[in-house]
């Protein structure tokens, strides 16, 4: 079994990089995919997100050092096919102990050698702090490629210009010769506001088709779901949030399949928001999804979409 890295990053905080981490994840497994995410953020939010306490040594804080193997430190998840590398706070203590050492930037490169050897993992998944510390950089030194959320809003954007020079000077300076911009997710979209269709509009203009067509909208629902230990397509799986991380998923395998589609039989795939490309990306709608309007109503709150669907 290939097995392809992939690292969730932004120096940014609260775009969406640990809520995107774990569904991406679950919506690859739902594909029968074998996943592992690795959670690297001391906060350890994509632990209790998948609902695992946190543990002293569960960690790769020792793998780091050498005093275990990577693999001993996986625990299956509530996710069929999902299996997890949790963190916990004790894992704050190696961005110093790390730079300490020699070879410091490819500590993780090596301990996740192992777990690739394996054969188990289609993809290993690795969830970053909003930093760019020690822990970082050795994610960015480990992984293949990276996807990097980014929050429909113009500060976001200048996290974004930091994260692809730093991806071009690793791939230059021989850090990581591979490394490669997966793609670009925009998260928290409402398009019902000219300013998240500008910020689009603005990244597609510099990026083009390194952006994802899927947009990842505010939701309820996606906020609910790690307070239960769930992903969203567990914890309400017919929300707009879980139809825009299974639309994600399945545009993330067509791209890596050369754009050849694996569930053409899934309706619910087919669901995108309306939003700014210039080419067409709106399919048919789901029965059960109401797709939101594009013209704002100022007296009217942001619902939830109602999940009752009609047979």
């Known amino acids: 079994m290939q097995t392809s890295v992939i690292a969730i990053a932004n120096q940014k905080g609260g775009v969406g990089k640990t809520t995107t981490a774990i569904n991406l994840a679950a919506c690859l497994a739902e594909k029968r995919k074998e996943v592992l995410l690795v959670d690297l953020d001391p906060q350890a939010n994509a632990t209790s997100g998948l609902g695992l306490e946190k543990e002293p040594g569960a960690s790769l804080y020792r793998a780091l050092f050498g005093e275990v193997q990577a693999l001993d430190l996986i625990k299956p998840t509530c996710v069929k096919h999902l299996s997890i590398i949790p963190s916990e706070i004790d894992l704050a203590g190696a961005e110093v102990e790390i730079a300490r050492g020699e070879n410091y930037l490819h500590r993780l490169r090596n301990i996740l050698s192992g777990v690739i050897a394996s054969g188990r993992f289609h993809y290993i998944i690795?969830?970053?702090?909003?930093?760019?510390?020690?822990l970082t950089m050795n994610v960015m030194a480990a992984a293949h490629s990276v996807i990097i959320p980014l929050q429909a809003e113009y500060y976001a954007l200048e996290g974004l210009s930091v994260m692809t020079r730093l991806i071009q000077q690793l791939s230059q300076n021989g850090v990581n010769?591979?490394?490669?911009?997966e793609g670009i997710v925009m998260t928290m979209y409402d398009g019902r506001t000219n300013l998240s269709q500008q910020v689009v509009q603005e990244v597609i203009?510099?990026?083009?088709?390194?952006?994802?067509?899927?947009?990842?909208?505010?939701?309820?629902?996606?906020?609910?779901a790690p307070s239960f230990g769930k992903p969203i397509v567990a914890y309400n799986?017919?929300?707009t949030g879980a139809v825009a991380y299974r639309q994600l998923a399945r545009e993330f395998m067509a791209r890596r399949n050369g754009g050849a589609d694996e569930d053409e039989g899934d309706s619910v795939s087919g669901f995108k928001l309306k939003s700014p490309f210039e080419k067409s990306v709106q399919k048919e709608v789901p029965a059960f999804v109401s797709a939101p309007s594009p013209?704002?109503?100022?007296?009217?709150?942001?619902?939830?979409?109602?999940?009752?669907?009609?047979?």
């Open 295 to 311: 013209v704002p109503d100022p007296v009217q709150p942001v619902e939830e979409v109602s999940t009752h669907a009609t047979a």
């Open 237 to 239: 799986p017919l929300c």
């Open 126 to 134: 690795l969830d970053c702090s909003p930093s760019l510390g020690v």
């Open 205 to 224: 203009r510099h990026f083009g088709e390194k952006v994802y067509e899927t947009l990842i909208p505010r939701n309820v629902r996606l906020s609910e």
């Open 177 to 181: 010769p591979g490394l490669q911009l």
